[in-house]
């Protein structure tokens, strides 16, 4: 498989002040997996190559507003109310897409496309509830992934769900996605590439949990090296 996505470039633009390296550690592997599924389908929906490495990007990048919420991203503020967290929560696409135009990331279409990754096809995600072909391409391209990727991950309240689970929660949900691009990933899901890349994501999973045992200062570095060979 070629070596399309060289992480390393990105993993400087991880290290944001006051984040946890825990968290810098699990964005960046969400990052890749992301980035490296919506590249594949991307392809696979027929668009060219600068567009493809477009999406790819913004994959990477998709969930960067995370590490500037405020106590870590992942529930540490015992006392705060499930519903607070949800609101706080959600400003993580806002978040992500001001900290790419104030460090000069990407292009508008990258940044539009971070902005708008958690929209629902029906109108009902956010930030802007907008909803249909009014959401980026890009944006929606994401959001398969990003649920796909979501599912098949361990989560600190429960553990991965395999494949074929992961696809019937996205089916019962199908009104948040756009069925072109939705149809597209179960066929890429299926497919002998798609094999290839979890064998890939495996290693590097594993990989990456042992490093994190003998050292949690050196991971962003590692998981560059290690999340190039994902691609
Ligand atoms: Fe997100
Ligand atoms: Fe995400």
Do not use: W
């Given at each position: 498989?070629?070596?399309?996505?060289k992480?390393?470039?990105?993993?400087p633009?991880?290290?944001?002040e006051?984040?946890?390296?825990?968290?810098?550690?699990d964005?960046?592997?969400h990052g890749?997996?992301v980035?490296n599924l919506?590249?594949r389908l991307a392809?696979k929906?027929g668009?060219d190559?600068?567009?493809?490495?477009?999406?790819?990007?913004?994959g990477m990048?998709?969930?960067i507003?995370k590490?500037?919420l405020?106590?870590?991203m992942?529930s540490?503020k015992?006392?705060l109310?499930?519903?607070?967290?949800?609101?706080?929560?959600?400003?993580?696409p806002?978040l992500?897409?001001?900290?790419l135009?104030e460090?000069?990331?990407?292009?508008?279409e990258?940044?539009?496309s971070v902005?708008?990754?958690?929209?629902?096809?029906d109108?009902?995600?956010?930030?802007d509830n907008?909803?249909?072909?009014d959401?980026?391409v890009?944006?929606r391209?994401l959001?398969?992934?990003?649920?796909y990727s979501?599912?098949?991950?361990?989560r600190?309240y429960?553990?991965a769900y395999?494949k074929?689970t992961?696809?019937?929660f996205?089916?019962?949900e199908?009104?948040?996605?756009?069925?072109?691009?939705?149809?597209?990933?179960m066929?890429l899901?299926?497919?002998?590439e798609?094999y290839?890349m979890?064998?890939?994501?495996?290693?590097?999973?594993n990989q990456?949990?042992?490093?994190?045992?003998?050292?949690?200062?050196?991971?962003?570095?590692v998981?560059?090296?290690?999340?190039t060979r994902l691609?």
């Amino acid at each position: 498989m070629a070596e399309i996505f060289k992480i390393d470039e990105y993993a400087p633009l991880f290290n944001i002040e006051g984040a946890f390296e825990e968290d810098i550690q699990d964005a960046m592997v969400h990052g890749c997996y992301v980035a490296n599924l919506a590249y594949r389908l991307a392809k696979k929906l027929g668009y060219d190559e600068e567009f493809c490495l477009k999406v790819m990007q913004a994959g990477m990048l998709h969930d960067i507003g995370k590490l500037r919420l405020e106590d870590g991203m992942y529930s540490r503020k015992e006392d705060l109310l499930k519903a607070d967290e949800m609101k706080y929560v959600r400003m993580h696409p806002t978040l992500g897409y001001e900290l790419l135009c104030e460090k000069k990331i990407g292009d508008n279409e990258i940044r539009q496309s971070v902005f708008h990754h958690h929209e629902n096809f029906d109108g009902s995600g956010y930030p802007d509830n907008i909803s249909g072909e009014d959401i980026p391409v890009g944006a929606r391209i994401l959001r398969v992934c990003d649920v796909y990727s979501a599912l098949v991950s361990d989560r600190h309240y429960r553990e991965a769900y395999d494949k074929d689970t992961a696809i019937t929660f996205m089916i019962e949900e199908v009104k948040n996605f756009d069925m072109r691009i939705f149809l597209a990933l179960m066929e890429l899901l299926h497919s002998d590439e798609f094999y290839e890349m979890e064998q890939l994501g495996e290693m590097m999973k594993n990989q990456v949990e042992i490093q994190k045992e003998k050292s949690a200062n050196s991971q962003p570095a590692v998981a560059g090296r290690l999340a190039t060979r994902l691609a």
